[in-house]
């Protein structure tokens, strides 16, 4: 239960809330988010996040207020949100480049663990920046070491998604393979039975053959899970990708690097 004092400090919180948002809602879209944009200089994020939302209701259609919120979500965190508000950035600005968008989505993606679709993204906003086709894009030229730090990342996490994906379809392998020594031990076993029933073996016989059966499979197990325990990247040293072995033309990763003087 409250006592009175903390009820007097609730009320004079919900009263505050309240009062801000009637005078909010005397200020045009413009206005709103001018205050947003001063809330996130002064590292106030949550009440910047506040006035981009205030601002996209009174005006929904515009581009930019998404991707300003998109930008104070990523301080805040808000993963999925920076994602939901790019798409609708990049949707209303259509084939209008955009590269701002496309780069906060890419940074969101990769904090979701979508490496392959933060790689998309941070291609795009390359793009639009390396291949500019108005002043105002040309002018973004500064933004290019953070979009290669971006794709170099996005490179690293995709080749990482990679070896997990190898890693697990070798577990699938090995597991078919193991079924099917087992399934042959059971077609011989099955075999063994019925040549006793029909008395073409004796039993001293029978149970011989059943134990090398048992110890060829168990044998043949073995070998197998050894081989596949050698091979699997899981049980050697973690792969690290230094940042210059990956080419930043193509962001591929390339194959015998070369260092000139």
């Known amino acids: ?51 981009y939302s205030l601002a996209i209701q009174k005006r929904s259609d515009d581009p930019i207020f998404y991707t300003n919120r998109a930008f104070v979500r990523l301080r805040l965190q808000k993963w999925q949100g920076v994602v939901s508000d790019c798409r609708q950035s990049i949707e209303l600005t259509g084939k209008v480049p955009n ?22 993204a941070a291609l795009v906003a390359y793009d639009q920046v390396m291949y500019p086709e108005s002043d105002r894009e040309r002018a973004a030229a500064s933004s290019i070491p953070s979009i290669l730090t971006l794709l170099i990342a996005c490179k690293k996490r995709t080749f990482e998604a990679r070896q997990l994906e190898h890693r697990r379809s070798k577990a699938d392998l090995l597991t078919k393979l193991e079924q099917s020594l087992q399934e042959t031990r059971r077609v011989n076993l099955q075999r063994i039975e019925e040549n006793l029933r029909a008395h073409s073996i004796q039993p001293i016989q029978a149970e011989e053959e059943r134990m090398e059966i048992e110890s060829t499979t168990e044998q043949e ?41």
């Open 1 to 51: 239960m409250y006592c009175l004092p903390q009820l007097q400090n609730v009320y004079s919180h919900v009263a505050k809330r309240i009062s801000l948002i009637k005078a909010m809602s005397t200020l045009t879209a413009s206005e709103l988010k001018e205050k947003g944009n001063k809330a996130f200089k002064n590292g106030e994020f949550e009440i910047a996040e506040q006035n």
């Open 221 to 261: 197990i073995d070998s197998l899970r050894s081989i596949f325990a050698v091979a699997d990247p899981s049980n050697h040293p973690k792969k690290e990708i230094p940042d210059w072995a990956i080419d930043t033309i193509t962001f591929e990763l390339m194959h015998d690097p070369v260092i000139t003087r």
């Open 99 to 120: 590269y701002k968008a496309h780069f906060y989505m890419g940074r969101a993606q990769l904090e979701l663990n979508h490496p392959h679709e933060a790689l998309a």
